[in-house]
C-alpha cells in the first residue's frame, strides 16, 4: 500500500508544470545552469529510472536533495517532522480528554439540555475551520490579554535541550530543564488547541452516539437492576464497549490533524513538516512534496495499527479468533 | 470609527513584562537582539544567494570587493582599497585591504578572492551567471592584488562586484565533505568577513546571527549583538508581535492597511525606494495588444489616481511613486524629460480609434499572482479603465510556478500580467537588460516579448560602452525609446515600506534615501542600526 | 405541502429544536443566495468593482459588515459567497457520489478480484489526508472554482465507495436479495433496484452532513489561494485575505468566518435530524 502511495504521488508530483530547477535557480539563470542542475536532480531521465533513484535513495536513508531550501530532504524532514509530531500528539491529548467525557455526559443524559449544550460545542468545533480557530484564539489570547505567545516553539531567549527525541517538552523533562518545558509548554497550547478543537467536536459527537447505543442495552438496565450506582455502570459497563468503535475513529482523527496542520503551522510560525510540505507544493519542490507525502501515509499506516492492536487488545472477542 | 492601537495596549493585562522587568535588570552599553522577517527561503551561502531575504544575509554577513556608494553613483571599494582598469578596460587589478578578519579570525588575502571566484564559478548558481562569459580568468598578483581578465570591455562589470561575496578559503577547505565546495559546511555556518557571523541557520524558520567584534569597518556601540531574521511570519502574528514589543522590523509583505495601524498605535514606518518598479507587462506579441495604439489606448484608460489610493499607507507615506518609464528615479537613465502618462478617457478612445482591432477582437485578460494579493486591487482597477473604453477584460490569478512556465512561450504568455522587477546590480542594465533583450525573452521578467534590433543595439551599447556620459545618453535615449513602443503600463517605481518597533534606530531604513537603493539590501546593515537592550 | 408537516416522520423530525433550526439555516441560506441580486444592497461588488476612495470602512448602516481593500461591500459578498458555496458542494457530490456509490455497489457486490482492486485504490486514496491530496491536485491544474470542485470530488469519492461498501456487503445475505437472486434477476436489478433504495437513507444523510463538509474543505483550499477565482466571492478567500488584516481590521474576516460557520452548521444539525429520522449509522 505504502509503494502505492508512493507512486500515486511521484506521478502527481512530476506532473506539476513548472520546471523546478528552473525555479530553484531563479529567472536569471542560463539555460546552460538549468541544465545542469536537471541532470543532477535525474530529471532529464524518463520517469521509472528517477523512481528507481528515488527508491535507491530511500533504501540508504538518502531522500535527494531540495530544491527549496538546498539541503538534504532527510535533514530538513528529520528537522521539521518532530515539531508537528509534538503539536499534533499535543491536540490529541486535548482532544481526547475533553473531547471524550464530553461525549460521555452528552450520551449518558440523551436528549437533555446539557446533552444539547454539549453537541452544541462539539458542533462549533467540527463547523469552523481550523484556520479561523488558529487566527481567533492568537488575537485573544496573544493580542489583546498578552498572554501567551504567537509564534515559534520556544522564547528566542530559550535555548532548545540537546535533541533526544526532537521533542521539546520531552527532552526538556528527560533532561530536567523545567523552565524550557514551561516555555515550550506555553507556546504549544494555542497552536495545539486550534488543531483540536475541530477533532474535538468529532470526538464527542462518536463517543455520544456510541454511549447511547450501550445504554440502549439490556444489560445496562439489569446492573441498574442490581443497583449498582450510576458511576460503576458508567466506568465499568458502557465505557469500554463504547470506547472501541470511538478508538477507531479516534485513530483516524489523530492521522488526518496531521493533514490539517498546515493551516494551523501557518498561523503560528510553528517550524513543522505540513507548512514545510505546502512551501515544498509551492517551489515545485519534488523530493520534499515525496517525502512529506510519504511521511504522512506512512504515519497514517503505523497510527491505524496501533489503533488495531489496541481495540484487538480491549476486545476479547477479536483477541480470541486471532486476527 | 478608527481602532487605535494606542488605546488597546492600555487595556491589555501586560503580564509578561511585568515579570521581564523585574527579572532583568538595567544593562550596559550593549544592543540587544534585533528581530526581522523576510520571506522565505533564507539562503546563507554566497554562491546560491538571489533573493532578497538572501540579500539581507549576504549584506551582514559577507563583504564584497566593491559596494554602492551612500547616495548612489558609480560602485566605491569595499574589501578593495583601489583599482586600476587598462585602457582597453579589459584587465582591471585590485588593491585589497590589510588587516581584514574572517569570522574564524583568519586574514582576508588574494587567495580567498580567486578560491570565490573559482567557488561561484564551480557551482554555477547565484549570481554566477552575472559573470559568465564576460570573465576570462582571475589571477594572485601578490597576496593583497588580484587581477581579473575580461573577454571584451562590460561596462557592468564593476557593479556586478558588488554580488560577488568573499569567502574564508581556508575555512571551507577545512570542511570540505566529498568536494562540495564547503555547500554543507556553509548551509549553517557562515565564512565571510561581515559584521554578523551566522550561529544557526534554518532555511525556513530563521537565522540567527552574532556580532563579530572584529569587523573592519567598525560597528555602532548600540548596534545588535544578536540578530535573528525570521522566515514566513503571518501579517496578524508580525502585528501582534510588534505590539508585544516582541519583533522590531515588519517586511514589507504586510499590507498596507496593517502598516497603516502599527503606525497609528504608536510604532512607526520607514520608506525605502529600491532600483526596481511595478509593471504591467504586456506581451506585445499576441492580439490584440502587438498594436502599439492599442498598447497606448491602455495606459491612457488607467486610473493612476486609484493607483496612487492603493499605496497610500498613511497621510504622507506613500509605497509606491509615479514611474515615467522603465528605469526608476536615481538611477542612470532616468530623466524628468519623459512625461508622466495621465489619466484620459479621450485620448485613450483616440488612440483605440487608431487600432487596427476593434469590438470583438478586443478581447483581454489581465493577470496577477496569487501569492501577491494586493496586486488584485491593480488588475481590477485596469479593468475598469479598460471595460469603459471598449476593451472586453477579464482578470484572472495565476500561482507563481504555472506564470514562471506560462512566460516560456510567446502564445501562451498572458496579454497582460502584473510584476514586480528588482534591478540585480545598481546599474540600469541589471534591470532593463532582462526584460527587452531579444536575448533575454522567455522569463517572467520579460513577459513583454520585446524583440527589436533597435532595443538590443542600445542595451549592447550600454555593456561595452566605457565612458560613463555616453552610457547615460545611451540610456536616456532607451528610455524615451520604450515608453514610445509602451510595452509595459508603468504602475510605479518599487518603493518598500517597513514597520518598526518605535524604540529602534534604524538610519539607513528611516533616512534611506541618503543611502541609496537597496538593491543589494544595503539599507538593512545592522552594525549601523541601534536597538536598545 | 401541508401533510408533510402532519406526517409522523415530520412530528419526529420536529421533537428535536436543533434540527429544525438545521433546516431553517439551510432554507434561508439557499433562498438568500438564490435571490441575491435583489436581497443585497450592493450586487454589483460581486463582480468586477473599485472603489478606493470607501476602501476598508468599519461596519455601518451602509455597509452593514464593512468594506474591504477596494472598497466592496463585504455584506453583498458574503451573500454572493454563500452561492458560490452551494454551487461548489452540489458539484462536488455530484461527482463524487455516483462514482463512490457505484464503485461501492460493484466491489461488496462482486467481491473477489474486483473487490480488492477497488478496496486498495480506495485505501490508497484514503490514506493520503485530504487536503494533501487536493492541494497536489491543484499545484498542477489552474485555480479556478471547476478545478477546485475536481479537486475535491477526486478525494471525496473514496468515502462513499467505503460506506456503500459496508452496507451492501450487508444487505447481499438479506432474503429479498437472494430470493431476487434466486428468481433470476440480472445482476443490474439486484444491485441498483434492490441494494441501492436500500441504502438510500444512509445515503441522503451522508449528503447532508458532507455538504458542510465540502463547504468547509473547499474554504480551506481557497484560504491556501487554491480555489475560486477573484473577484467571485468566496467565503475561504475572504477569511484568508482578510485573516491578515487583523486584530485592527476585523471586519474582513470574522464575518465570513462566521458565515462559513453557521452555514456548515446548518447542514450539520440538518444532517443529524435526517440521521436521527431514518436511524442509520454513518
Request: include cysteine; glycine fraction near 8%.
Amino acid at each position: 500500500m505504502l509503494i502505492g502511495v508512493s507512486i500515486l504521488i511521484f506521478i502527481i508530483a512530476r506532473i506539476i508544470p513548472g520546471d523546478p530547477a528552473r525555479m530553484a535557480l531563479g529567472p536569471t539563470a542560463t539555460q546552460e545552469m538549468v541544465e545542469q542542475y536537471r541532470d543532477k536532480l535525474h530529471l532529464n531521465d524518463p520517469i521509472h529510472v528517477q523512481y528507481w533513484f528515488f527508491i535507491k535513495g530511500i533504501t540508504q536513508g538518502d531522500l535527494g536533495e531540495s530544491v527549496y531550501t538546498k539541503r538534504n530532504v532527510t535533514t530538513d524532514v528529520s528537522t521539521y517532522f518532530p515539531a508537528t509530531l509534538e503539536l499534533i500528539i499535543f491536540a490529541a491529548l486535548i482532544m481526547v480528554c475533553v473531547g471524550v467525557p464530553l461525549g460521555i455526559l452528552a450520551g449518558r443524559y440523551k436528549d437533555k439540555s446539557i446533552d444539547n449544550i454539549s453537541r452544541l460545542i462539539s458542533l462549533l468545533g467540527v463547523v469552523t475551520p481550523s484556520f479561523v480557530w488558529a487566527v481567533f484564539l492568537m488575537i485573544i489570547f496573544a493580542f489583546y490579554l498578552d498572554i501567551l505567545p504567537v509564534a515559534g516553539r520556544l522564547s528566542q531567549d530559550t535555548v532548545a535541550p540537546d535533541k533526544i527525541t526532537g521533542l521539546i517538552i520531552i527532552d526538556s523533562i528527560i533532561r530536567g530543564q523545567f523552565d524550557v518545558t514551561i516555555d515550550a509548554l506555553k507556546h504549544i497550547i494555542l497552536p495545539a488547541l486550534a488543531l483540536s478543537l475541530s477533532a474535538l467536536g468529532q470526538a464527542s459527537r462518536l463517543t455520544r452516539s456510541n454511549i447511547t447505543e450501550v445504554y440502549d442495552k439490556q444489560y445496562i438496565e439489569m446492573a441498574r437492576a442490581y443497583g449498582y450506582n450510576e458511576f460503576k455502570i458508567a466506568t465499568k459497563y458502557a465505557l469500554k464497549p463504547a470506547m472501541i468503535p470511538t478508538l477507531t475513529i479516534l485513530g483516524l482523527d489523530f492521522a488526518a490533524m496531521l493533514g490539517n496542520a498546515f493551516l494551523v503551522e501557518f498561523v503560528f510560525a510553528w517550524p513543522g513538516i505540513a507548512k514545510y510540505g505546502v512551501q515544498a507544493i509551492l517551489y515545485k519542490d519534488l523530493n520534499a512534496i515525496t517525502a512529506t507525502t510519504m511521511i504522512i501515509a506512512t504515519f497514517f499506516v503505523i497510527t491505524n495499527l496501533i489503533v488495531d492492536l489496541v481495540v484487538a487488545y480491549l476486545n476479547p472477542k477479536i483477541r480470541l479468533s486471532g486476527k | 470609527m478608527k481602532f487605535s492601537g494606542g488605546k488597546m495596549r492600555i487595556f491589555k493585562i501586560n503580564l509578561l513584562s511585568l515579570l521581564v522587568t523585574s527579572l532583568f535588570s538595567l544593562s550596559l552599553m550593549a544592543g540587544g537582539t534585533l528581530r526581522l522577517d523576510e520571506v522565505a527561503i533564507g539562503e546563507a551561502d554566497p554562491a546560491k544567494a538571489t533573493d532578497f531575504a538572501d540579500g539581507i544575509i549576504m549584506e551582514n554577513v559577507y563583504d564584497a570587493l566593491v559596494t554602492e556608494p551612500q547616495g548612489g553613483g558609480p560602485v566605491v571599494g569595499k574589501l578593495a582599497k583601489d583599482w586600476e582598469v587598462s585602457n582597453d578596460g579589459t584587465t582591471i587589478t585590485f588593491h585589497l585591504h590589510e588587516g581584514v578578519k574572517f569570522h574564524s579570525g583568519n586574514d582576508f588575502t588574494a587567495d580567498d578572492v580567486v578560491y570565490s571566484y573559482e567557488r561561484l564559478m564551480g557551482l554555477k548558481l547565484g549570481w554566477s551567471y552575472l559573470f559568465d562569459g564576460w570573465v576570462k580568468g582571475i589571477k594572485k598578483i601578490d597576496s593583497h592584488k588580484v587581477q581579473f581578465d575580461l573577454n571584451e570591455p562590460y561596462a557592468p562589470f564593476m557593479s556586478s562586484l558588488v554580488r560577488f561575496y568573499i569567502v574564508d578559503s581556508a575555512t571551507l577547505k577545512a570542511n570540505e565533505t566529498d568536494g562540495d565546495m564547503g555547500q554543507a559546511y556553509l548551509s549553517a555556518n557562515s565564512a565571510g568577513t561581515g559584521a554578523y557571523s551566522i550561529t544557526a541557520h534554518d532555511p525556513n524558520v530563521e537565522t540567527r546571527m552574532a556580532k563579530h567584534n572584529k569587523y573592519f569597518l567598525g560597528i555602532a556601540e548600540m548596534a545588535p549583538n544578536e540578530v535573528i531574521l525570521k522566515y514566513n511570519l503571518d501579517a496578524p502574528t508580525v502585528r501582534t508581535l510588534i505590539a508585544n514589543d516582541e519583533h522590531d522590523i515588519s517586511s514589507n509583505w504586510l499590507p498596507t492597511d496593517v502598516k497603516a495601524a502599527i503606525a497609528d498605535s504608536g510604532d512607526k514606518l520607514a520608506k525605502v525606494v529600491s532600483a526596481g518598479g511595478w509593471y504591467f507587462k504586456i506581451n506585445t506579441t499576441r492580439a490584440p495588444l502587438d498594436d502599439v495604439n492599442c498598447r497606448k489606448a491602455l495606459a491612457y484608460a488607467l486610473d493612476y489616481d486609484s493607483l496612487v489610493g492603493t499605496f497610500q499607507v498613511t497621510d504622507d507615506i506613500a509605497a509606491g511613486q509615479k514611474a515615467r518609464g522603465p528605469i526608476p528615479q536615481g538611477m542612470i537613465g532616468y530623466s524628468e524629460d519623459v512625461p508622466l502618462v495621465e489619466y484620459n478617457l479621450d485620448k485613450a478612445r483616440d488612440y483605440l480609434s487608431k487600432c487596427k482591432y476593434s469590438g470583438g477582437d478586443l478581447d483581454v485578460t489581465i493577470n496577477w499572482i496569487a501569492e501577491v494579493p494586493f496586486e488584485e486591487s491593480w488588475a481590477l482597477i485596469l479593468q475598469q479603465g479598460a471595460m469603459t473604453i471598449g476593451y472586453n477584460a477579464t482578470v484572472e490569478t495565476l500561482p507563481w510556478a504555472v506564470f514562471s512556465e506560462n512566460v516560456t512561450k510567446p502564445e501562451t504568455t498572458p496579454n497582460i500580467s502584473i510584476v514586480a522587477v528588482q534591478a540585480q546590480t545598481p546599474d540600469p542594465d541589471g534591470l532593463i537588460y532582462n526584460m527587452y533583450h531579444s536575448a533575454a525573452a522567455g522569463t517572467w521578467q520579460s513577459a513583454e516579448w520585446v524583440q527589436d534590433d533597435k532595443i538590443d543595439a542600445m542595451l549592447n551599447a550600454g555593456r561595452t560602452t566605457i565612458d560613463a556620459q555616453k552610457r547615460v545618453e545611451i540610456y536616456e535615449d532607451f528610455q524615451q525609446a520604450i515608453v514610445d513602443m509602451q510595452p509595459d503600463l508603468f504602475i510605479s517605481d518599487l518603493v518598500t515600506v517597513y514597520a518598526m518597533r518605535d524604540e529602534i534606530k534604524a538610519p539607513t531604513l528611516e533616512n534611506s534615501a541618503e543611502y541609496g537603493f537597496s538593491t543589494m539590501a544595503q539599507n538593512f546593515s545592522f552594525r549601523l542600526m541601534e536597538v536598545p537592550n | 405541502m401541508m401533510k408533510i408537516f402532519k406526517s409522523r416522520g415530520w412530528y419526529k423530525f420536529s421533537k428535536n429544536p436543533l434540527s429544525v433550526i438545521g433546516l431553517l439555516i439551510v432554507s434561508i441560506i439557499v433562498l438568500m443566495s438564490i435571490f441575491a441580486n435583489y436581497l443585497t444592497p450592493f450586487p454589483e461588488h460581486a463582480g468586477p468593482f473599485v472603489d478606493i476612495p470607501n476602501k476598508i470602512k468599519p461596519p455601518s448602516s451602509t455597509y452593514f459588515f464593512g468594506t474591504d481593500k477596494i472598497g466592496r461591500d463585504t455584506f453583498s459578498r458574503i451573500i454572493f459567497g454563500y452561492r458560490t458555496s452551494l454551487y461548489l458542494g452540489v458539484i462536488v457530490l455530484c461527482i463524487a457520489v455516483p462514482i463512490g456509490t457505484s464503485l461501492g455497489l460493484i466491489a461488496g457486490y462482486f467481491g473477489g478480484k474486483i473487490d480488492a482492486i477497488i478496496m486498495r485504490i480506495t485505501d490508497i486514496f484514503l490514506s493520503i489526508p485530504p487536503l494533501v491530496l487536493a492541494l497536489s491536485i491543484m499545484a498542477f491544474l489552474k485555480p479556478t472554482l471547476t478545478n477546485a470542485m475536481i479537486a475535491v470530488s477526486m478525494m471525496w469519492w473514496p468515502w462513499y465507495t467505503r460506506l456503500i461498501y459496508n452496507l451492501t456487503r450487508s444487505l447481499k445475505n438479506e432474503g429479498f436479495v437472494i430470493s431476487s437472486k434466486i428468481v433470476g434477476a440480472s445482476h443490474f436489478h439486484i444491485i441498483f433496484r434492490e441494494i441501492l433504495p436500500n441504502c438510500s437513507a444512509s445515503l441522503i444523510t451522508k449528503i447532508t452532513l458532507d455538504m458542510g463538509f465540502v463547504i468547509l474543505i473547499g474554504s480551506s483550499l481557497s484560504f491556501l489561494g487554491l480555489g475560486v477565482q477573484p473577484p467571485t466571492p468566496d467565503l475561504g478567500t475572504m477569511v484568508s485575505q482578510g485573516s491578515k488584516y487583523l486584530p485592527d481590521i476585523w471586519w474582513l474576516s470574522v464575518f465570513p468566518g462566521l458565515a462559513i460557520l453557521v452555514i456548515v452548521l446548518g447542514f450539520n444539525l440538518l444532517g443529524d435530524g435526517l440521521k436521527d429520522l431514518f436511524d442509520v449509522e454513518i
